[in-house]
């Protein structure tokens, strides 16, 4: 029987293409999309959608009941970028919606739960190059506090009440489908619009800052292969690694010159730099690919040719 999903955070970046994945696998009125205002024209064709503050409580509750949900995919959050302006929004934002959906899988009125960690847990004493799934972690930005606390609220709840909760640590996520909503890492997608529309970009990170990044549908893939897998094989409740490749600002600039000869970047670093900094360069995802079978698919030049050609034909759209 297939699952009946809600997605809370559904018109952010990640829950726009994973909600429309959802569907396109399990069916338009399997899954229900949900956010505290409406998304794209296409997300919101695509099948059923509910007005959701995610921090109520029994709005959530409701919006569970209503539908017969078993599984919950929670993607409302506040980012990295967005949390150092608006620390203590961020705090009530991103722990109080875990603690709802947490306690509603507890009293069993939900089976199943996905929750995103981010590469954000880790700090300035955390080995940078092929980070463990295991080791030191010690964030420096609010974002990433919350995303520590929340891995341990996951790993408790597993423990204590058996609740089927599964995370992953996301890298910097590449995508063309949505706006980026506020991350650190940004500047990857942003890059690709201002190489189309300006033929130059100005970059928050200065050269040399690397960075895990992964293409969005390795990103989508790779949580809803967690999702389908059995219960036994998930081995770590807190979150898993998720690595993809590891890049610069000027890596992308040089495989995007590889299309737009002229492309040219500008390097003005600003406060998100001192977070980049803090983060891991590249990620060890061993775990996951021994538990559940992960690989990423996308290379750097396949992620550019995909991200130009779709957001040339997004742009003139646009215009038109």
């Known amino acids: 029987m297939n699952p009946k999903i809600l997605v809370i955070g559904a018109c952010g970046q990640i829950g726009t293409e994973l909600t429309l994945a959802l569907r396109k696998l399990y069916g338009r009125d399997q899954v229900i999309a949900s956010d505290i ?186 949580t809803i292969k967690l999702m389908q897998a059995p219960k036994e094989q998930i081995r770590i409740r807190s979150s898993y690694n998720l690595g993809g490749i590891s890049i610069a600002p000027e890596n992308i600039e040089a495989s995007i010159q590889k299309h737009l000869p002229d492309f040219k970047v500008v390097y003005q670093p600003d406060f998100r730099q001192a977070i980049a900094d803090s983060w891991p360069e590249g990620m060890n995802d061993s775990k996951a690919t021994e538990d559940w079978g992960w690989q990423h698919r996308f290379e750097l030049d396949d992620i550019t040719q995909e991200m130009l050609t779709n957001l040339k034909v997004k742009l003139s759209e646009k215009v038109e």
């Not at 509910?50 to 409580?57: F, G, I, P, Q, V």
């Not at 690397?210 to 990103?219: G, H, K, N, S």
Request: neutral net charge; hydrophobic residues 35%; contains cysteine.
């Open 37 to 222: 205002k409406e998304g794209s024209g296409t997300l919101m064709s695509s099948g059923p959608f509910e007005t959701l503050n995610a921090m109520d409580k029994l709005a959530v509750e409701a919006c569970v009941e209503k539908h017969r949900v078993s599984d919950v995919y929670l993607l409302a959050a506040m980012l990295s970028a967005t949390s150092e302006k608006f620390p203590q929004k961020a705090w009530e934002l991103n722990m109080s919606t875990l603690s709802h959906i947490l306690e509603l899988a507890r009293d069993k009125k939900i089976q199943k739960v996905f929750w995103p960690s981010s590469i954000a847990v880790f700090g300035d004493t955390t080995p940078k190059e092929n980070t463990p799934q295991t080791t030191i972690k010690e964030p420096t930005t609010v974002y990433g506090i919350t995303k520590l606390s929340g891995e341990r609220w996951c790993e408790y709840f597993y423990k204590k009440y058996d609740v089927d909760v599964r995370s992953l640590r996301y890298p910097g996520l590449i995508s063309w489908k949505a706006n980026p909503g506020g991350g650190t890492t940004d500047y990857a997608v942003e890059i690709y619009y201002k190489a189309i529309s300006d033929g130059k970009y100005t970059s928050f990170l200065q050269k040399g800052t690397l960075l895990p990044m992964l293409y969005m549908d390795d990103a989508i893939r790779a």
